[in-house]
């Protein structure tokens, strides 16, 4: 799962399967389920953390395979299959002068994890411009779910539960490609500039209400902060990096140091925001 995700850690998942349709999706799910085979569903990795000892089942990768976007009847309605990467859809609206998803502009994740994860950045985020999604659950039967408001939260859909996002529509307005270009190429200067380059899963921890993060371990003085090959990032505490051959268990450890020394310090909770897959008992 090393090579499956952005903080390279993770050991080996039992299978792979890289499912090309909904209809693929739906008999592979049909057929997990039979056989009470365990499964994880994995867009680009770019927000989970995979135990060294791997996945004891199936990971469901969604990716460029289930992509397809497709315009609908109705201005700005767009149905994307939740493999699409973020930043190809963004480049596939600025040609066509759709605004709305540029505060996405650097997020590396897909459409799927997107959703799931209500990703978001400089003060928005995905429920403004999501309409409904297309789901599966357990047993391969696929419904459509249209949003009401409020239900998406602080990086989290709650009442997902163990469904699998199979495609988005999204919301969005018509507007002059040129602007859209120059926001999307300012949002990912501003994001080069307060984001290290080693390999992480972006913000490690929630920001608790109405703090950042990155701020209050910063001021429990934990830059440089190392667990093994984990380190918090120098140029931003909120990001913990792989910078030198980390394992799984060197993230955990440093995850769980961070949040002893930021309760000691400031008597805050700190909730990690990636996503832990896997068995993680080990002391
Ligand atoms: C350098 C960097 C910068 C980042 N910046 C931001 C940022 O500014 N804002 C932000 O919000 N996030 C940010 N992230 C985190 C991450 O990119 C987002 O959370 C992204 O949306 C995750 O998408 P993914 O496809 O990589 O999901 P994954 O990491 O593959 O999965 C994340 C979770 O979603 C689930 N999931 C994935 N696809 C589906 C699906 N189709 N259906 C159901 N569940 C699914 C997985 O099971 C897992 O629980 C950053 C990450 C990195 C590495």
């Known amino acids: ?18 499912p090309a349709s909904t209809a693929d999706l739906s008999r592979l799910l049909k057929a997990l389920s039979r056989l009470t085979i365990p499964w994880w569903v994995v867009g680009r990795g770019s927000n989970i953390l995979v135990a060294d000892s791997g996945l004891a089942g199936v990971v469901i990768l969604l990716g460029s395979e289930l992509g397809r976007i497709q315009p609908l009847a109705g201005e700005g309605l767009l149905r994307v299959e939740a493999g699409r990467g973020l930043a190809g859809l963004l480049d596939w609206c600025t040609e066509r002068g759709l605004s709305g998803l540029e505060f996405a502009a650097g997020i590396p994740g897909t459409v799927g994890g997107a959703l799931k994860m209500n990703a978001g950045a400089w003060g928005h985020e995905m429920s403004e411009v999501v309409e409904a999604a297309e789901l599966m659950n357990r047993e391969g039967e696929i419904f459509r779910h249209d949003f ?9 859909w709650p009442g997902l539960g163990e469904n699998i996002i199979s495609a988005v529509i999204f919301r969005l307005r018509p507007a002059n490609p040129e602007g859209i ?9 501003l994001r080069r500039a307060k984001q290290p380059k080693a390999a992480s899963a972006g913000s490690f921890f929630k920001n608790p209400p109405d703090e950042a993060a990155g701020r209050i371990i910063e001021a429990a003085g934990l ?61």
Not at 1 to 11: E, F, H, P, R
Not at 244 to 270: H, N, P, T, W, Y
């Open 1 to 18: 799962m090393a090579t499956l995700s952005t903080l390279g850690v993770g050991g080996p998942a039992a299978g792979v399967c890289y």
């Open 148 to 156: 009401r408001p409020g239900e998406l939260s602080y990086r989290s």
């Open 181 to 189: 270009k120059a926001r999307c190429r300012e949002l990912n200067r």
């Open 223 to 283: 830059k440089g902060l190392r667990g093994g090959g984990a380190m918090v990032s120098m140029k931003h505490a909120n990001f913990l990096v792989n910078n030198q051959g980390a394992a799984a268990r060197d993230f955990v450890r440093l995850m769980r140091l961070v949040q002893e020394r930021v309760k000691a310090a400031s008597g805050i909770d700190l909730e990690p925001e990636v996503r832990l897959m896997g068995r993680f008992d080990d002391p």
